[in-house]
């Protein structure tokens, strides 16, 4: 047993329900990797460039929840908006991993919200500042239950598997997994190209269009659907 395996769990440490490691214990979270505008239409509605290669950001580990649950809107930002998404995990860490074993390194996932300060984003944006405080408030990365990856499925497997989201009933965000501009395994294998992935690092791969603001009350409901519109995977988060 290395060094790094003996080191206890944190018991605060968010742990991926439904995961398990290769020794058979609870998988704990990892990096939260996210990519941004992999969708092509959310670019356009964030009046962004489509981008040529995944754009890459990263959220502080206490952003993350798994479960429903509340969120408190942070004081600092008077413009908070939804990004529902599919969360892929890592089972198999690697570094320079082949396009064709990308998969191959996937645990299972969730579907998870990004939420944003889009008013703190923008004024990053403007003064060519990152991201980092405008995605990183405490709870701002909720994922739903993991469910492992059956062993029958390819990538290709969810590209009619569909986004879905939801404030109070009346659907926002909808879209199939096939628009992504990036797949699960193209991720992978670009991420592992610049960061040497573990097991329990997150993917959050980006969000369709109809991204807008959630506000004190809001009832927000994430789903991912098979092909046949049996949801999943479901997060009911609560604005507080």
């Not at 995961?19 to 959310?42: E, F, S, V």
């Not at 469910?147 to 009933?169: H, I, R, W």
């Amino acid at each position: 047993m290395n060094q790094a395996s003996q080191i206890p769990i944190p018991s605060h440490w968010p742990i991926l329900n439904g995961l398990k490691d290769i020794q058979g214990q609870p998988l704990p979270a990892g990096t939260i990797y996210c990519i941004g505008r992999n969708y092509a239409d959310h670019a356009k509605e964030m009046n962004a460039a489509i981008p040529s290669e995944p754009m890459v950001f990263i959220k502080p580990i206490g952003t993350l929840s798994i479960g429903d649950g509340s969120l408190s809107l942070p004081a600092e930002s008077q413009d908070v908006h939804h990004e529902v998404e599919w969360v892929i995990a890592i089972g198999k860490g690697g570094k320079h991993i082949s396009l064709d074993q990308a998969w191959d390194h996937v645990a299972g996932w969730a579907v998870g919200i990004d939420f944003t300060a889009r008013d703190l984003q923008a004024k990053a944006k403007q003064a060519g500042k990152p991201w980092t405080l405008a995605k990183g408030f405490d709870g701002f990365a909720p994922l739903s239950p993991f469910a492992a990856k059956p062993s029958t499925f390819s990538c290709e497997d969810m590209a009619n598997y569909q986004l879905q989201f939801q404030v109070n009933g009346v659907t926002r965000q909808s879209e199939k997994l096939s628009q992504m501009l990036f797949s699960a395994s193209e991720l992978i294998h670009y991420l592992s190209s610049v960061f040497t992935l573990q097991p329990g690092d997150l993917i959050f791969t980006g969000t369709p269009s109809g991204v807008s603001q959630v506000v004190l009350g809001d009832r927000c409901l994430a789903e991912l659907k098979d092909p046949n519109g049996l949801t999943t995977h479901r997060l009911e988060i609560i604005i507080e």
